[in-house]
């Protein structure tokens, strides 16, 4: 989760190929839904301030590196501390897992 309670962004790994994986990004507001397919090095922008970068993809194929550029202002969290920290409450809109 990247952002504010009140309007974050949910970034949910989908798949991982060799030198790729797929993204679903959605914002809290419900209107911006998309998945996206990166290369390694390649970004994907979230909304006008932040983006999501693929690192690596391990060995494996089933883990990633991922590097988010956001204002100091947003919070990132994984979901489940972000669930910790706002209750299920702050997963309003996009939802963990849903496709």
Known sequence: MIGKPESH?????????????SFKICHSNGLD??????????RAHLGTTGEVRLIEVREDRERVRIEIDAP???????????QALHGDTGTSG??????
């Open 94 to 99: 996009p939802r963990a897992g849903s496709r």
């Open 9 to 21: 962004w949910l970034v949910t790994l989908l798949s991982v190929r060799r030198a790729a994986a």
């Open 72 to 82: 100091m202002t947003c919070s990132v969290h994984r979901l489940e501390v972000w």
């Open 33 to 42: 839904s998309r998945v996206v397919d990166l290369e390694q090095g390649f």
